[in-house]
């Protein structure tokens, strides 16, 4: 099997294998979210969309937890429909990373973004483990397979970007070579013109072999 098919099947394999590990679910999303997650078709664009979704989730998560202080107030059923709206966001943003891999769509920029502020919401899960509120026994699993299902997506937005880089290198490589060849044509077009050219005159000058002579003696 080749190199290529290989690491193909590695990554979707990661990103299939990590989302069946939690309940498939749509994430419950307002009217305008889902407008500007469906009217997002560019490939790194909509991972973009799915990251401040799921970054609005956690930040209601860290300010709820900050602020949780109304004891007439459900803060435990809050908390988990919060980590699992953001764990649902994940795996959709995990499936459409699968599609775009498997259609070749370039999600360079959108796994740019998601390498980059990934780590933070990571850090941001870690944290709320490390320093458990009075709510923290009924979230804490759901708490904990966030953290994981993140591992898991920065995982494989890892080896898809690495195969994302190749793949579009290798295609930005070929484009230069054959604008490249193009431009060899051009020159080697535009040389044997100009020696059809010099030859057409001294043609005319000597006269074209095998004409009759109409100069009278």
């Known amino acids: 099997m080749k190199f290529?098919?290989?690491l193909a099947i590695a990554i979707v394999g990661h990103l299939a294998a990590s989302a069946r590990a939690l309940p498939q679910q749509h994430a419950a999303l307002s009217e305008e979210e889902e407008i500007k997650i469906r009217d997002t078709q560019d490939?790194?664009?909509?991972?973009?969309?799915?990251?401040?979704?799921?970054?609005?989730?956690?930040?209601?998560f860290e300010a709820g937890r900050a602020s949780a202080t109304d004891p007439r107030y459900d803060y435990e059923s809050?908390?988990?429909a919060l980590l699992t709206q953001y764990i649902e966001l994940n795996d959709e943003m995990k499936d459409w990373i699968e599609d775009q891999h498997e259609r070749?769509?370039?999600?360079?920029?959108?796994?740019?973004?998601?390498?980059?502020?990934?780590p933070k919401q990571l850090e941001q899960l870690r944290g709320a483990e490390q320093n458990p509120d009075k709510y923290y026994a009924s979230y804490s699993h759901s708490l904990q397979d966030a953290?994981?299902?993140?591992?898991?997506?920065?995982?494989?937005?890892?080896?898809?970007?690495?195969?994302?880089?190749?793949?579009?290198?290798?295609?930005k490589r070929e484009q230069k070579?054959?604008?490249?060849?193009?431009?060899?044509?051009a020159k080697e077009d535009k040389k044997r013109g100009k020696e059809e050219k010099k030859l057409r005159k001294r043609e005319h000058k000597k006269g074209i072999p095998g004409a009759e002579d109409d100069n009278p003696n």
Request: proline content about 1%; charged content about 35%.
């Open 177 to 185: 070579l054959e604008a490249q060849e193009v431009k060899e044509r």
């Open 43 to 60: 490939p790194g664009e909509r991972i973009k969309v799915y990251l401040e979704i799921s970054g609005d989730r956690l930040g209601k």
């Open 147 to 171: 953290i994981d299902d993140l591992t898991d997506t920065l995982d494989g937005a890892s080896k898809a970007m690495n195969a994302q880089v190749k793949r579009f290198g290798e295609l």
């Open 78 to 80: 809050y908390f988990t």
């Open 4 to 6: 290529r098919q290989v």
């Open 104 to 118: 070749g769509g370039d999600m360079r920029g959108g796994l740019k973004a998601l390498l980059e502020q990934g």
